[in-house]
């Protein structure tokens, strides 16, 4: 994948995703700034999109993805934003296909699933 491929599919992640107009100025910094200084080589396939970030960059990405999602569960809609930072690095996103089983009647889990696309049946 080009770099511009990278550049471009993620404004349109952040896009569709409605990011915060400071944190899409800072993620767009962020990319100006590795192409000019990997002069415009290719990002590594084999990590993440910002795999090179500092960590409070980061944090600052995955608080901005699940903040909307966070504050409509009443369980954790009136956490602190230290508690929803703290909640934004544990998190992990996944994008499960159609059909997929994610647990099994009566398996026992510590994982917390919100589904912030499409939906789920429970039998």
């Given at each position: 994948m080009s770099f511009k491929q990278t550049y471009y599919g993620l404004l349109t992640f952040m896009k569709q995703r409605k990011f915060p107009k400071p944190l899409w100025n800072r993620v767009c910094d962020y990319y100006k700034l590795q192409w000019h200084s990997h002069e415009g080589t290719l990002i590594p396939t084999d990590r993440p999109v910002i795999w090179d970030a500092p960590k409070v960059f980061t944090v600052a990405v995955s608080h901005a993805q699940i903040h909307k999602y966070v504050s409509r569960i009443p369980l954790f809609m009136h956490a602190s934003i230290d508690v929803q930072n703290e909640m934004a690095i544990?998190?992990?996103?996944?994008?499960?296909?159609?059909?997929?089983?994610?647990?099994?009647?009566?398996?026992?889990?510590?994982d917390l699933y919100i589904i912030s696309e499409g939906h789920c049946e429970v039998s």
């Open positions: 544990a998190f992990k996103q996944y994008i499960i296909p159609p059909g997929e089983v994610l647990l099994y009647p009566g398996e026992l889990v510590q």
